[in-house]
């Protein structure tokens, strides 16, 4: 089993950044990716950014060049920088944690923490 607890999140200007962390705990030495998801009111969740233990990243092209993740192995900790916030940014950000046994994803997810962008 892993545990993430995620903080960080708030209310910005557009334009604004905000950096979110989410802190794994647990089994972490089975965790193969990690990464960031959010939801809007009324819409599915969707992948905004995720690293692999190799250390290849990946990026929704909408936040592409405005937002970073990095990890920190020490902390087990991975971070979400987020810059140039919009509106459309304005959902709630889950931390996922994903590993692999025996060929058989397994999915574990943060509380969640909100994040509005308006002025």
């Known amino acids: 089993q892993v545990q993430l607890v995620e903080s960080g999140g708030g209310l910005v200007q557009p334009g604004g950044s905000l950096r979110l962390s989410c802190a794994a705990s647990g089994s972490i030495f089975s965790i193969n990716v990690m990464g960031w998801y959010r939801q809007a009111a009324g819409k599915q969740r969707e992948l905004v950014a995720a690293i692999a233990s190799s250390g290849t990243i990946n990026y929704a092209d909408s936040v592409k060049g405005r937002f970073t993740i990095s990890r920190d192995n020490a902390k087990n900790t991975v971070y979400l920088q987020m810059n140039s916030l919009k509106p459309e940014d304005t959902a709630v950000y889950y931390c996922?944690?994903?590993?692999?046994?025996?060929?058989?994803?397994?999915?574990?997810w943060g509380q969640g923490t909100q994040v509005t962008v308006s002025s």
């Open positions: 996922n944690a994903v590993s692999y046994r025996m060929h058989v994803r397994y999915d574990y």
